[in-house]
């Protein structure tokens, strides 16, 4: 695939970017390279080849779901200026 430069003017205009007249061979350039180079990864033969989510095949490891901290709730709640039932009381702000 071989962009013209009006396909840059309505590709930059698309993408709300400033391409001066400068700017437009240049990056007409840029972007049939890397059509060229998505082209060749097309061509690549995946017959057989499984889908990955990861280069390379690694296994997360996981800690042990365990409480490592104690309650200290009630603590914590005699320190409030007001609670009550395991609740934070505090004044109402909307009417």
Known sequence: MSLSLDDVKRIAQLSRIELSA????????????????????????????????????????????VVTESDRRKDFQALSVDAEDGLYLVPKVIE
């Open 22 to 65: 400068h700017d437009l061979e240049p990056t007409r350039a840029q972007l049939n390279s890397i059509f060229g180079f998505i082209e060749q990864l097309q061509a690549a033969p995946t017959d057989g080849v499984l889908p990955m989510s990861h280069a390379v095949d690694l296994a997360q490891r996981l800690r042990a779901d």
